[in-house]
């Protein structure tokens, strides 16, 4: 079965540090991408980083970046710099098929302090 | 260009009556995917739509739950006979072309069921 493993689920980081979030997923699909959402109060999907599993390069987003290991099938994301506003919810995604569903983890509860 | 639209945002629902859930996709685009995101969880796919057609409902209830996505309106999830497990938040995402590198998620709606 495909799954998505996320093993943190509370994190806490000081503001203007660096915080890395854990992600672990199972996948049979050979080309495929993977997704870190944030989900702040709101509720409101957010769509923060992706990678291309066949790309080495590790995907960065302004002070987000991700650590892929393929090999490993870890995908974890890093915050630098942190914000307030970084407080959310963090889900790692990767596909669920060939269809575009995808499968999230139970995800990670980001806490920012000042 | 608007986003997915979902309404309503809350839905109340006493036991054993019906809710309709409303999702209008972003404008182009005509994949349709449905998740339920139940307290403390990550999301979990239910249905995949194009328009006119159910192309995979591997993750919807086999009872109670059904999803269309007419040639012209919104895509609808029905589910008859509430019950209080069904209390969660639906979200739904849309995307250009099956299997594309994003789907777009609306705001979700919170239904609970009393």
């Known amino acids: 079965a495909q799954t998505v493993t996320q093993s943190q689920p509370e994190m806490s980081v000081q503001e203007a540090e660096t915080v890395t979030l854990s992600c672990t997923y199972d996948?049979?699909?050979?080309?495929?991408?993977l997704f870190w959402y944030k989900q702040p109060p709101s509720r409101q999907m957010i769509l923060v980083i992706r990678?291309?599993?066949?790309?080495?390069q590790n995907a960065t987003e302004n002070r987000f970046s991700v650590n892929f290991q393929k090999a490993a099938k870890s995908f974890s994301l890093k915050i630098s710099d942190s914000q307030l506003g970084d407080a959310a919810m963090y889900f790692c995604?990767?596909?669920?098929?060939?269809?575009?569903?995808?499968?999230f983890g139970k995800g990670t509860k980001l806490s920012v302090k000042p | 260009n608007a986003g997915v639209m979902q309404n309503p945002r809350h839905l109340v629902r006493r036991r054993g009556q019906e809710a309709r859930l409303r999702c209008s996709p972003m404008?182009?685009?005509?994949?349709v995917y449905w998740y339920r995101q139940l307290p403390e969880e990550g999301l979990k796919f239910m249905v995949y739509?194009?328009?006119?057609?159910?192309?995979?409902e591997s993750g919807m209830p086999k009872e109670r739950f059904s999803a269309e996505f007419p040639k012209e309106g919104p895509s609808i999830l029905r589910i008859q006979q509430v019950v209080r497990g069904d209390s969660a938040a639906y979200f739904c995402?849309?995307?250009?072309?099956?299997?594309?590198?994003?789907?777009?998620f609306g705001q979700g709606t919170r239904l609970t069921v009393v």
């Open positions: 995402a849309s995307s250009p072309l099956p299997g594309d590198t994003e789907a777009f």
């Open positions: 996948t049979s699909e050979s080309d495929y991408y």
């Open positions: 990678q291309e599993a066949y790309k080495q």
């Open positions: 995604a990767s596909p669920g098929g060939s269809q575009g569903n995808l499968i």
């Open positions: 404008k182009g685009h005509s994949h």
């Open positions: 739509l194009q328009k006119e057609n159910i192309i995979d």
